[in-house]
């Protein structure tokens, strides 16, 4: 799949904020490879608090390989011309963030 301005509003719309999709995951979506290769982290699951806790299928893992869905909604505001830094500038936390990326796009 090509990424043009639809998929990638579309894409904007399954960005949480709080989760890390996969290599496969980031194909099946669309990602473009580069930006995966650019974007991929490997996670280590924090115990302190259980959102810092990676689970995958409800099971909790000590790491996991993948890119912040916030990293991608990143990516996508900049394709799509968001100014994402103002959007973004009074949002707290990953998951506000990406919701005031995806206010945005009404403007375009």
Known sequence: ????????????????????????????????????DELVENYESGFDN???TIYVNEHVVNQYRGVSDLHIAL????????DWKMATSTALGRRAQVEAIK??????
């Open 1 to 36: 799949m090509r990424l043009n301005s639809t998929s990638a509003q579309l894409l904007l719309l399954k960005c949480v904020g709080d989760q890390i999709w996969d290599e496969q995951t980031c194909i099946d979506q669309g990602i473009p490879q580069i930006w995966f």
């Open 50 to 52: 259980d959102r810092n």
């Open 75 to 82: 990516k996508l505001a900049e394709f799509l011309g968001i």
């Open 103 to 108: 206010a945005e796009l009404d403007e375009l």
